[in-house]
């Protein structure tokens, strides 16, 4: 509908460009807001504000302009210049109940595929093996995973990729601690990553021996050594089975097939390095291979290097990342690249981008961006920690998420069995944490708060999941008795009108989700969704409603409502409960 709005709109600049009211060469662009205050339509433009000066007209005059030159069409019902110069549209009802019936009969809800589908890279959740996944790990897993979700859902590519850590110094590290422990000690203490690393990391920091034998180990490895390949190996694969119980619990989508590593690019660092020589945009400093980029300076104005090799040799992180950038365009295809990665690496993927560019890693038509996020915070603003001030195993955190979940159910009346309440407990828990992350601006730090969490007040999974069972509970109570899917839909109650309202802008805020890479637009949207069906519901009686031709609407309504809050939480990576 807003597509088709703009359209319009578009037609009639046109038109005043053609009888000259506007500069043929104005670049116009066109903004639809959706007022808050419903007695001001369903959408409203400021373009008469904004064209007013080079029209050379007031800007409610333009406005009476643009709205004489739209062309006729069924869409709109009607318009409105208010306050200053604003045009406000109201959608006929009948286009309404278009589009809700399109809804209706749809698995994707209606929602257009993309014009132009694109090949997605997708980077996330990509931690460091040498250690267990931890709380840090959260927020690029489940964003990276909804937004990867709502891409295919808008007909797009995607392909994932998990590029884990497990290369770097610390494993010469580790592996000097495996060679230290008998096979059956290796294997219990591997059993605990956490424990492992730590245990070696004193080995280090005790022994200079031990830090000798440990650089030695990474050179080995990083030269293809047998014996330390696979020391290396056995550890990577405890890390990254750990990394997947992680990744099923929170029924994040990535599996072993999407891991490209690190070390799955050491082969071609030697090429970065000739690549780069040969592009004229190598500088040896202070023995180190580096670049330096006009773009880039320190605060006083220095240049600021981007090493890609030291002094003995060893590549580094943006050694790989040019590599894993060239891989990415130029073997799987992607034309749009997404990086979902901590925002204090910003510096480090602006770099990687414009110098990918400049010495054409990546040519041509595609688009590279990093989507940063937050930190997650503890109640004293501190980055969030365990009890015991140590980092939060996910693992761990996971398994309180699921405990509290179940006290929270326990307190509620339910008819579920004590076993049946454990497998909702699970569900509950989980969601919880990951809508805590979806709901907020990706952009912000967040404070993590198990009340605010877990609690069915607010815009909190355990609402929404509660309100998903409440609208499915109308459907059991119906019982055998059948309702026609084809029925008219009937919009005189108000609250009618503001759930179907509310239901067909399911598209427009899925392509929003999609564009800014934020879910919390998202989040926002089923909670509102929630809202609307809850005052529809407690006004609009359903099940005993006389009118057949009035209950049909209504159950049709509430069946769109259901499709709607569980397709909309599947793109968040939540899946739905029947009863709670
Ligand atoms: N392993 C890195 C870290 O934990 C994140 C990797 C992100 N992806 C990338 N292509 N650099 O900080």
């Known amino acids: 509908m807003k597509e088709q709005l703009e359209q319009l709109i578009t037609d009639a600049v046109g038109q005043l460009k053609a009888d000259g009211i506007l500069p043929t060469d104005q670049t116009v662009k066109i903004q639809l807001d959706r007022p808050r205050d419903k007695s001001h339509g369903d959408f409203a433009s400021n373009l008469a504000l904004m064209l007013a000066k080079p029209a050379k007209m007031n800007p409610r005059q333009l406005a009476e302009k643009v709205i004489a030159a739209i062309?006729?069409?069924t869409l709109i019902a009607k318009t409105d210049i208010a306050g200053p110069g604003f045009i406000n549209f109201t959608i006929a009802q009948d286009q309404l109940k278009g589009q809700l019936t399109a809804m209706l009969s749809s698995a994707d809800l209606g929602v257009q595929a993309a014009d132009n589908p694109k090949t997605i890279v997708i980077d996330y959740s990509s931690p460091n093996l040498a250690k267990e996944m931890h709380v840090g790990h959260l927020r690029s897993a489940i964003i990276g995973d909804a937004v990867s979700r709502t891409a295919e859902m808008l007909g797009h590519t995607v392909i994932r990729q998990n590029h884990v850590g497990d290369w770097g110094t610390q494993f010469g590290m580790l592996l000097a601690h495996m060679e230290e422990l008998d096979s059956e000690a290796a294997n219990y203490e591997l059993s605990n990553l956490e424990t492992f690393y730590k245990a070696a990391k004193k080995r280090f920091d005790e022994s200079e021996d031990f830090a000798e034998r440990a650089r030695e180990l990474v050179v080995k490895l990083q030269s293809g050594d047998d014996y330390c390949l696979k020391l290396w190996n056995q550890f990577i694969d405890v890390s990254l089975t750990h990394c997947q119980e992680v990744y099923d619990r929170l029924g994040v989508k990535l599996t072993r097939d999407d891991v490209m590593a690190e070390s799955a690019y050491n082969d071609r660092l030697p090429g970065v390095i000739e690549h780069l020589k040969e592009q004229g945009l190598l500088v040896e400093d202070q023995g180190a291979q580096c670049v330096f980029l006009d773009e880039f300076k320190g605060k006083e104005g220095e240049p600021l290097p981007i090493i890609v090799q030291k002094k003995g040799g060893g590549y580094l992180y943006a050694t790989t990342d040019l590599a894993?950038?060239?891989?990415?365009?130029?073997?799987?295809?992607?034309?749009?690249?997404?990086?979902?990665?901590?925002?204090?690496?910003?510096?480090?993927f602006e770099q990687i981008f414009t110098l990918a560019r400049k010495a054409k890693f990546i040519e041509g038509d595609i688009e590279t961006q990093h989507y940063g996020f937050g930190t997650v915070m503890g109640k004293d603003g501190r980055p969030y920690k365990s009890?015991?001030?140590?980092?939060?195993?996910?693992?761990?955190?996971?398994?309180?998420?699921?405990?509290?979940?179940?006290?929270?159910l326990q307190q509620k009346n339910s008819d579920l069995t004590a076993e049946q309440q454990e497998a909702v407990a699970k569900v509950v828990g989980i969601s919880s944490v990951k809508y805590a992350d979806l709901s907020k601006n990706r952009t912000s730090d967040y404070i993590f708060d198990w009340d605010l969490m877990l609690t069915f007040e607010g815009n909190t999974a355990p609402y929404l999941l509660y309100a998903f069972t409440r609208v499915n509970s109308i459907f059991d109570k119906l019982g055998e008795r059948s309702f026609d899917m084809d029925a008219d839909w009937l919009l005189e109650d108000e609250r009618e009108l503001a759930l179907a309202n509310q239901l067909v802008r399911f598209e427009e805020v899925v392509n929003r989700v999609f564009d800014k890479a934020m879910p919390h637009f998202l989040c926002g949207y089923l909670f509102e969704l929630a809202g609307y069906f809850s005052s529809f519901y407690e006004a609009c009686p359903i099940l005993n409603q006389e009118d057949e031709a009035v209950r049909n609407s209504r159950l049709k309504l509430a069946r769109l409502t259901a499709n709607t809050l569980e397709k909309g939480l599947s793109l968040l990576g939540i899946p739905t409960l029947e009863k709670m």
């Open 324 to 348: 894993a950038i060239q891989y990415r365009q130029k073997e799987l295809g992607g034309d749009y690249l997404m990086y979902f990665v901590d925002a204090r690496q910003s510096l480090h």
């Open 387 to 408: 009890r015991d001030g140590g980092v939060t195993k996910l693992a761990d955190l996971l398994d309180e998420a699921e405990r509290r979940a179940l006290e929270l």
């Open 71 to 73: 062309p006729a069409n």
